[in-house]
């Protein structure tokens, strides 16, 4: 014992004295030496501990390689110049240049940030590659009424008297306007809908405008949107447009979209006819995804209670159709053990599955979040093909992986945010169910197996709904300034109709449909249909159903979205450490503060903050659409004349005290700038201000909002105002940045 003793002192004495006499020769008393030394220590120590969990983790390099290629995206898309294809394309190779040498770089976490520089280089250059790719004259001015003729390409009936058609242009006015490639039209009138076929060549009497920029600052970009659809306009026409009788015959792709939309508009019109009213409307939209006869108020109340996901093909609706067919066929195929134990029936209901998901993509129109869902959906079954674990994380990069690839602005659509968050939030919650250890006997000998089961369903439905909510519920309120406290309610009640009722029946009306017997399946599944928007319509009126939410700033957006995916990507304790960003994301919301003064695209009207912090709106003609779009980026539930309600006006302007005191004044005549010039801190004024007004702080007329385009101004020691044109910059979808 004390050999053993005295050879540990001597092992303590040996590793302090290096310390000491180190300390020594600095002059320097040995305790601080040594705190001093230890320092580089624990630094190395926390470099060592993140190798070894990078090691540990490596099969999950792959999901954050995804990540970082998104960043690139976000990077390029967050320029306010585009730039040149050459610089583009340089940072895409250095990227590979980059991916080649990670594998010879020794150290885990030198390779890591090489793999993740290199994706991120690679999503950059994808982005641009796209940009090129779609590239297309853009109507840049009000047009017309102008003769357009051109093929239509697809049909959107809103109503018997009201339909939105995109119509590729074959010759505009008199031919000297570069032709965009698509343009979307509205179509009014039951005779003008009549008209409205899938391929038919038509000539039209239209008037175009440009593609419409935000209504306020960070606000959704249509024009970015439709740029990347490839519309160059959107207008609507003067009567009905007339079908070409010499036009010329469609290609081969041109005739299948002919018939696959035909088929789609075939189906939607039956469904409707054996479902008569709201109920039909929606069923049509579930199996073609038809939604534009949706009644507003229908719509309101999905988005309300949390079951506004329902009314999209996506996934819920995409893995019913596919892995439903997946488990009836490979159920009937393990009837017959000759079968069953000769052959790979799990690969044949793959392929089944397959085959019926893609079907009833085609059906559906195509929409992006289809098509997400759809990925994700053919990496599951790829998985069960190739003997690997069809719900993983792995494939669900995977399919990120390719659509990003291919659309990369999909990165920045609600859609795509949305649902690959719910799906790895999702995946997440099944890893860690699969790690947790269960006593079965135990639990089945006290409560029995039914019960057993009965009570997993449960706790799995609301486990899953509450970790989507979650997940989800960020973007939500980022795009759509809303949360519905009682998504995991209505999902729990609504999920099990969908489930076995509503989508089993869609399945066997659309087989039926050829022999023309649709018409039980359908009536059960509008009663389905029916119960569902019973369900959405309470939940969506129970009191504090839905809260408004001010804007947040996308650097909480970004903070929260990494600390989430650090807490879902990982699997080993260090992943806990994603809820530091999620705190600094909720900070960084606590901190921001919303803007003073609101200022539209047209110039004609305002928003000042008062001392109650709600907005006022000044001017005679608000345009509606801006104003709830002012109301609702401010988490108020007020309607427009509740807002204009506090507004002191008179012919000449309107006056009202901002929330730091100062005085602003809106004018809307000439003759009321001299008064409103001598008085008021702040001056914004409808018309041209053609004489010096040096007394306010700021002034801002008319022309300013033409060329900046929607404004938002905060107060404060300085004066910050944020325009539309600054924050998109010059890039091709701005109608001020031109055609790149």
Avoid at 678 to 701: H, M, N, Y
Wanted: proline content about 6%.
């Amino acid at each position: 014992m004390r050999t053993g003793l005295g050879t540990r002192l001597r092992g303590l004495a040996s590793r302090l004295r290096p310390e000491t006499e180190a300390a020594g020769r600095v002059g320097v008393p040995g305790g601080s030496a040594i705190a001093t030394q230890t320092r580089p220590g624990l630094l190395a120590g926390a470099f060592t501990r993140i190798a070894r969990n990078l090691a540990a983790e490596q099969e999950r390099w792959l999901p954050w390689c995804v990540v970082a290629f998104g960043a690139g995206i976000a990077a390029y898309f967050a320029l306010l110049t585009e730039p040149p294809a050459a610089l583009a394309i340089g940072i895409g190779f250095a990227g590979l240049l980059c991916a080649v040498a990670a594998p010879r770089s020794s150290g885990a976490v030198l390779r890591f940030i090489c793999v993740l520089m290199a994706a991120a280089a690679l999503g950059f250059a994808a982005a641009k590659v796209r940009t090129l790719r779609v590239d297309a004259p853009v109507i840049t001015r009000d047009m017309g009424p102008v003769r357009l003729t051109g093929r239509i390409e697809s049909v959107d009936i809103r109503a018997p008297n009201r339909a939105r058609i995109v119509i590729a242009p074959e010759r505009l006015g008199d031919g000297a306007t570069p032709l965009p490639r698509k343009l979307r039209l509205t179509l009014i009138g039951a005779k003008s809908v009549a008209t409205a076929q899938p391929g038919v060549v038509v000539s039209a009497l239209a008037v175009l405008r440009p593609p419409p920029e935000p209504a306020l600052p960070r606000g959704y970009d249509f024009a970015r949107w439709a740029y990347f659809q490839e519309l160059g306009g959107v207008g609507f026409t003067y009567g009905a447009p007339v079908p070409v009788e010499a036009a010329p015959p469609p290609g081969l792709l041109d005739r299948v979209s002919m018939r696959i939309e035909a088929l789609r508009l075939s189906m939607s019109g039956r469904v409707e006819a054996a479902i008569p009213g709201a109920d039909g409307s929606i069923a049509a939209a579930l199996i073609t995804g038809e939604r534009g006869k949706i009644d507003e108020e229908e719509v309101q109340a999905y988005r309300d209670s949390g079951l506004a996901h329902v009314l999209s093909i996506s996934g819920l609706h995409l893995a019913l159709a596919g892995l439903g067919v997946f488990w009836v066929l490979r159920a009937l195929l393990a009837l017959f053990p000759s079968i069953a134990l000769t052959q790979p029936i799990k690969k044949w209901a793959a392929v089944a599955a397959f085959l019926s998901a893609s079907f009833y993509l085609a059906i559906s129109g195509g929409g992006s979040p289809a098509v997400r869902s759809y990925l994700m959906l053919s990496m599951m079954l790829l998985g069960v093909l190739a003997d690997r674990p069809a719900l993983s994380m792995r494939a669900v990069a995977l399919a990120a992986l390719v659509l990003l690839i291919f659309e990369p602005e999909d990165l920045v659509d609600p859609g795509f945010q949305m649902s690959f968050a719910a799906v790895i939030g999702l995946i997440a919650l099944a890893e860690w169910n699969a790690s947790r250890a269960r006593d079965e006997a135990a639990t089945a000998g006290r409560f029995g197996r039914w019960w057993r089961k009965g009570r997993r369903y449960v706790l799995a439905m609301m486990l899953t709904s509450l970790v989507a909510t979650l997940a989800t519920t960020p973007f939500a309120i980022y795009h759509f300034d809303r949360a519905a406290a009682y998504s995991v309610l209505a999902n729990l009640l609504a999920e099990p109709v969908v489930a076995f009722v509503i989508m089993p029946s869609a399945a066997f009306a659309v087989l039926a449909m050829p022999a023309g017997l649709e018409a039980a399946p359908l009536h059960l599944m509008g009663w389905g249909v029916h119960v569902m928007t019973t369900i959405a319509h309470w939940v969506a009126e129970l009191p504090g159903a839905t809260t408004l939410v001010r804007a947040w700033p996308v650097s909480a957006l970004m903070a929260i979205a990494f600390g989430g995916l650090w807490i879902a990507l990982w699997q080993r304790r260090w992943r806990w450490l994603g809820f530091a960003p999620i705190g600094i994301g909720f900070a960084l919301i606590a901190a921001s503060a919303p803007p003073d003064i609101f200022i539209p695209r047209d110039g004609q009207s305002l928003a000042v903050r008062g001392a109650d912090g709600k907005l006022t709106i000044l001017g005679a003609h608000p345009d509606e659409y801006t104003a709830e779009q002012w109301m609702l980026r401010d988490g108020d539930r007020r309607d427009l004349a509740a807002a204009q309600a506090g507004a002191q006006c008179d012919e000449y302007g309107c006056v009202a005290k901002a929330r730091d005191g100062r005085l602003v004044a809106f004018s809307m005549r000439a003759a009321a700038l001299v008064e409103d010039c001598g008085r008021a801190g702040i001056v914004i004024s409808a018309v041209p201000i053609r004489r010096t007004c040096k007394g306010p702080d700021l002034v801002l007329d008319r022309f300013d909002a033409l060329r900046n385009g929607a404004s938002a101004v905060t107060l404060g020691k300085e004066i910050r105002i944020e325009t539309v044109a600054a924050e998109r910059g010059k890039r091709p979808w701005s109608r001020r940045g031109g055609s790149q």
